[in-house]
């Protein structure tokens, strides 16, 4: 089985936050970086060894990638289809495309989730005005139209409360010239996810269970340990762990679920590479989700996934910056925080993030609030 040792060269598509954390990781352990991503000096170009900069649908700049590699791995799922296949015939790409191709489209997510009985929110295809209206009126309100593909925190959703709000939600969204569907709203108790990683042999193993708070569709904070049962916490991870096996997933995959209180668990979307909810793995658990990547994809063994403390992750986004850096020197010792090193701060924009460590997540939760920042 190939094993790809310290002082190879790994490629990374993207040159996000995601690509950085990667990198960092990945630079203890030995390995070399090289990235592509249209912007310069990109979060992840600042700290590999080279970037390439080009567009993500540069055919010629992901061939250059992919001699420059002995691995090629992404930090984002929506991959143009080319240029996976371009990178698949010139490297090694153990995550492969397949994977890509399911996760892109909700439709085809839902379908092949659906295929290994696993609960999804109940869903219609739409095309029309009267397809919605048809659809409302079978799933019930609220409901939440969202478009197929290409919909991040949040974009690309409309919720829909009453019947009046279809013609104007229809026009917004065919804007957007995207495939359409329509889901059941799920009043959940709480949302879930569980970061999972499959290495080159067939290993797996789960992070533990996060509970994800978001405001207004964008993760606000991860808690850990989940203020939920034991039965429920080991329902989720086996969930998780079904479907990295089910797809032969290799790299990391996140799975992101609806909790209702009465204890059913519904998947709500696959993310195939690290994810904002498994960022408190970087110092909350003997392994981060970024160095669990990169040994999942050279096909070293997996690392333990134990949680050494609670934890709750707080998202810095472009409104917080100002205010975290004038308080600096207020955070807690035990908080650690991490900046992206993003030239354009904006609103909503993700900019870093801070690990509050504690005793409990009750005492992380108080000390938020007392920065009084978020
Ligand atoms: P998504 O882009 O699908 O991850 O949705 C972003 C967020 O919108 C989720 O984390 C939920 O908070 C909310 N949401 C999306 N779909 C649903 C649904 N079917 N029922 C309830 N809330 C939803």
């Given at each position: 089985m190939k094993l790809i040792r310290p002082g190879a060269t790994i490629g990374i598509l993207g040159g996000g936050q995601l690509g950085r954390m990667l990198i960092l990781a990945g630079r203890k352990m030995g390995y070399r970086f090289v990235v592509l991503d249209?912007?310069?000096?990109?979060p992840s170009g600042q700290v590999a060894d080279s970037q390439i900069t080009a567009?993500?649908?540069d055919v010629n700049a992901a061939k250059q990638l992919a001699s420059l590699s002995d691995v090629v791995t992404y930090e984002?799922?929506?991959?143009?289809a080319e240029v996976a296949a371009q990178l698949e015939s010139n490297a090694?790409?153990?995550?492969?495309s397949g994977l890509l191709k399911i996760t892109q489209h909700r439709v085809r997510e839902k379908t092949t989730l659906e295929s290994m009985d696993i609960q999804v929110a109940p869903f219609r295809i739409i095309t029309t005005e009267q397809d919605l209206r048809t659809a409302v009126a079978a799933l019930g309100v609220p409901c939440v139209m969202k478009t197929?593909?290409?919909?991040?925190?949040?974009?690309g959703q409309w919720v829909i409360?009453?019947?009046?709000q279809i013609p104007s939600a229809f026009a917004q969204a065919q804007q957007t010239g995207l495939e359409l569907i329509v889901e059941q709203f799920i009043s959940f108790d709480k949302e879930l996810s569980v970061v999972v990683a499959r290495n080159l042999q067939g290993e797996v193993k789960a992070f533990p269970v996060g509970e994800n708070i978001h405001v207004e569709n964008i993760l606000h904070q991860t808690l850990v340990?989940?203020?939920?049962?034991q039965e429920q916490a080991e329902k989720a991870e086996k969930m998780a762990l079904q479907v990295a096996e089910a797809l032969k997933v290799v790299g990391l995959i996140a799975v992101e679920m609806f909790l209702t209180k009465d204890g059913d668990i519904f998947v709500n979307e696959l993310a195939p590479r690290p994810h904002n909810?498994?960022?408190?793995?970087?110092?909350?658990?003997?392994?981060?989700q970024f160095e669990q990547h990169i040994r999942a994809v050279c096909g070293l063994p997996l690392g333990d996934t134990s949680v050494l403390t609670p934890v709750v992750m707080v998202n810095i986004l472009g409104e917080h910056l100002d205010s975290v850096m004038s308080k600096?020197?207020?955070?807690?010792?035990?908080a650690k925080l991490h900046l992206y090193g993003k030239a354009e701060s904006r609103k909503k924009r993700k900019m870093g993030h801070v690990n509050f460590l504690s005793s409990s997540v009750e005492q992380a939760i108080e000390q938020i609030q007392q920065m009084g920042i978020w």
């Amino acid at each position: 089985m190939k094993l790809i040792r310290p002082g190879a060269t790994i490629g990374i598509l993207g040159g996000g936050q995601l690509g950085r954390m990667l990198i960092l990781a990945g630079r203890k352990m030995g390995y070399r970086f090289v990235v592509l991503d249209p912007t310069d000096d990109s979060p992840s170009g600042q700290v590999a060894d080279s970037q390439i900069t080009a567009s993500f649908s540069d055919v010629n700049a992901a061939k250059q990638l992919a001699s420059l590699s002995d691995v090629v791995t992404y930090e984002f799922e929506n991959v143009d289809a080319e240029v996976a296949a371009q990178l698949e015939s010139n490297a090694f790409v153990p995550q492969g495309s397949g994977l890509l191709k399911i996760t892109q489209h909700r439709v085809r997510e839902k379908t092949t989730l659906e295929s290994m009985d696993i609960q999804v929110a109940p869903f219609r295809i739409i095309t029309t005005e009267q397809d919605l209206r048809t659809a409302v009126a079978a799933l019930g309100v609220p409901c939440v139209m969202k478009t197929a593909t290409g919909g991040y925190d949040g974009k690309g959703q409309w919720v829909i409360r009453d019947e009046q709000q279809i013609p104007s939600a229809f026009a917004q969204a065919q804007q957007t010239g995207l495939e359409l569907i329509v889901e059941q709203f799920i009043s959940f108790d709480k949302e879930l996810s569980v970061v999972v990683a499959r290495n080159l042999q067939g290993e797996v193993k789960a992070f533990p269970v996060g509970e994800n708070i978001h405001v207004e569709n964008i993760l606000h904070q991860t808690l850990v340990p989940a203020r939920i049962s034991q039965e429920q916490a080991e329902k989720a991870e086996k969930m998780a762990l079904q479907v990295a096996e089910a797809l032969k997933v290799v790299g990391l995959i996140a799975v992101e679920m609806f909790l209702t209180k009465d204890g059913d668990i519904f998947v709500n979307e696959l993310a195939p590479r690290p994810h904002n909810s498994g960022h408190y793995t970087m110092e909350a658990c003997i392994t981060s989700q970024f160095e669990q990547h990169i040994r999942a994809v050279c096909g070293l063994p997996l690392g333990d996934t134990s949680v050494l403390t609670p934890v709750v992750m707080v998202n810095i986004l472009g409104e917080h910056l100002d205010s975290v850096m004038s308080k600096i020197d207020e955070l807690p010792s035990t908080a650690k925080l991490h900046l992206y090193g993003k030239a354009e701060s904006r609103k909503k924009r993700k900019m870093g993030h801070v690990n509050f460590l504690s005793s409990s997540v009750e005492q992380a939760i108080e000390q938020i609030q007392q920065m009084g920042i978020w």
